[in-house]
């Protein structure tokens, strides 16, 4: 019993003075992710920046499983374009009153604006979750949150978590995509009660 205490100290010792060698480094903590959330209503900040141009305003996003409304104004809250989307399909209403239709929502969006918004992708990420069934890499931050998210081409970085219904959710996202795409998300308020919500 003795020599086996005695081995059983020597390896810890060891374990210990090797978490002090040079080039030692603690395993990465594991990214425990959300469950997945039916609702969602922000208000918040939005920018997007390429090479060409870039976009600066407000944000008002309401998300439910039936419908999504996405409105983007200027920073003085003048409207740019007002999207909404169901089963059916996705339309679009820009700041001269035109309405556009596409299937999908990041399609409408290019066509009309001219910009690139991974709505399919950001949805998922601006509630510091992954977008499912589709491959991904992602870091872990002190508590297990993410912290960096790579997904559909994309880096995503998330910071400011805070406590939201009982749920750590991110104040701020940035997601790039090569050198030439950066969007920036800044969140204000959240609310997660869909019956406490109104549609912008």
């Known amino acids: 019993m003795n020599f086996r205490r ?13 978490a002090h060698l040079p080039g030692y480094a603690p395993p990465a903590k594991a990214v425990v992710l959300p469950p997945p959330l039916a609702f969602f209503q922000l208000e918040g900040r939005v920018s997007v920046k390429t090479d060409a ?3 600066s305003g407000g944000m008002t996003w309401r998300h439910a499983p039936e ?8 920073p ?15 339309e679009l209403r820009d700041s001269a009153g035109r309405v556009h239709h596409a299937a999908d929502a990041e399609t ?16 998922w990420w601006v509630v510091g979750n992954v977008r499912p069934d589709t491959h991904y890499q992602a870091e872990a931050d ?13 880096r995503i970085e998330f910071s400011r978590y805070a406590e939201s219904a009982g749920r750590f959710l991110p104040g701020k996202l940035i ?5 030439d795409l950066e969007i920036r998300v800044v969140v ?4 997660l009660t869909p019956d406490a919500g109104s549609a912008p």
């Not at 419908?67 to 200027?74: I, K, Y």
């Open 53 to 55: 141009e870039s976009f």
């Open 188 to 191: 204000d308020q959240w609310n």
């Open 67 to 74: 419908r999504q409304t996405l409105l983007l104004s200027t």
């Open 6 to 18: 005695g081995l059983s100290l020597l390896l810890a010792g060891l374990l210990a003075a090797c």
């Open 175 to 179: 997601a790039r995509r090569g050198d």
């Open 76 to 90: 003085l809250g003048q409207g740019v374009a007002e999207l909404h989307g169901d089963e059916r399909g996705v």
């Open 142 to 154: 002190a508590d297990g949150r993410l912290a960096v998210l790579q997904q559909d081409g994309w």
């Open 108 to 123: 409408l969006v290019h066509q009309a604006l001219g910009v690139t918004l991974p709505v399919k992708g950001l949805a």
